[in-house]
């Protein structure tokens, strides 16, 4: 090879155009159940100007490739990459954009949806659910897991309106401990919704806990409503199914996942390993002697 | 990192002035400091943002289009821009009257091979795992990035001593000056943002 530098730098560019080729989102089928939209949420999204990987409009196409119809952004006590998302994602065929925020206290972490200005971390759970409650949004507890538990008194819990029940943590942990947070959350809050979420800030998992939501519209209004109503499904990690029983009923076998054609998913591979090797070989090779 | 400074008609090895500074980092820079600066200013700093765009998009989504690369390059063209941020400010400090500043940054990158290799090497195993399995990925990083920051200091450290010409405590204080100015802004920026602070004062 006369320039083996060169040669890899086509490569990468090779692996951009079949990336860009492979790069078609699924096609939107609205859920509709018992007159519902029934919605595919991740409730729990990081994103960059936070520390999320990926812009807010990318992550919400990433979330649509994976049969989401929603995403809150949720960035840790800010809501300006929210903002940009909800505003931008429509236009660029992602999943709609709620805006959030990730309440990151020292005693514990509560996810804001339907909100518009950020809510301070300096204040007890209840109050910042009550500001939440002020903006009109909705407000679930984040991963509460034991460490948390002595900051979740029984005001706290009283005015909460969901829990996540699914979180990737509990692919290790086990799903014990979000189980044992929900009980006791329904004990105070009987209609409280059963959350899934990602919590995700990089790599593929985004979707891999979900929330079914039973809206009366594909909007973030009624998102936040049908959260606040506790009309939500969501699975656990063991298969647990969460939620009001009617739903669960009306929900049925949760739909699979969108599947890509197969020539789809073949120059995805491609195309990665184009660019990855390519990258490697103008970083270790020399280029054309002068 | 990325890009070969000096053209070397004699030399067979097919490998890259960036292999060269990993593997031999105080030969390396002894040898291309003598020499005028080669490779177009700014070849490396934009090759970087290109590699951390290519990294995130194959990362999240196993497919590096052109519309994510760019994307995450922007994203991410922070990170080689404090690069230059550390290298301005140690040259002013130690090395103003040694070498032109253009000189000193495209030798500088030359130092990123580690974090490079690195990064490449979790984008492919990230696109192998399946979304359930990401636990160990995380598991895998935190192990493993030990690696390439001992391996890129111990680059660092040579390019302050044969580039810059600095003995060991002014080495010490170059190394200390570029960490300070690569981290600095990022931790102001999560401190004034209230990203922090919570998880400082609540260790979690």
Known sequence: MRDARAFAGALVVAGLVAGTAADRLPEVRPLLRGGYFVLQADLHVHSFLGDGTLWPWDVAREARRRGLDVIAITNHNQVL?????????????????AVGEEITAPGYHLIAVGIDAP????????????????????AIAAHPTLV??????????????GAEVCHPLTYYQGPEYLRAFFRRFKLERPHGAAVGSSDWHVFRSVGLCRTFVFATARSERALVEAIRAGRTVAYDVGGTAHGDPGLVALLGTPPALPAEPRWQSLLALAARLCALVGMAGVLFLRGRAA | MLLQTRRDTTRPMPWSDAVRVSSHPAGAYTDLSRGPAGGRFLESPVLSALLLGVVFAVADSNRPSAWLVAGCAVAWSFVPALQIASVVAT?????????????AIQLHFLGHLPWSLWLLLVAAVASATSPPNEARLWKLMFVTAAIPFLWSRAIGWHFFRRVYGLGPRGALLATLLHLVVVLGPVAVFFLATGQLAPRLLGGR
């Open chain 2, 91 to 103: 040259w002013l400090a130690f090395a103003r009257g040694r070498l032109a500043l253009r000189g």
């Open chain 1, 119 to 138: 809510i301070g971390w300096q204040q007890a759970p209840a109050q910042a659910i009550d500001e939440v409650h002020a903006q009109g949004g909705a």
């Open chain 1, 81 to 97: 990459a929210a903002r940009l998302g909800r505003w931008l994602a429509p236009h660029l065929g992602g999943a709609l954009v």
């Open chain 1, 148 to 161: 948390f538990w002595p900051t979740w008194d029984q005001a706290a819990l009283r005015s909460l309106d």
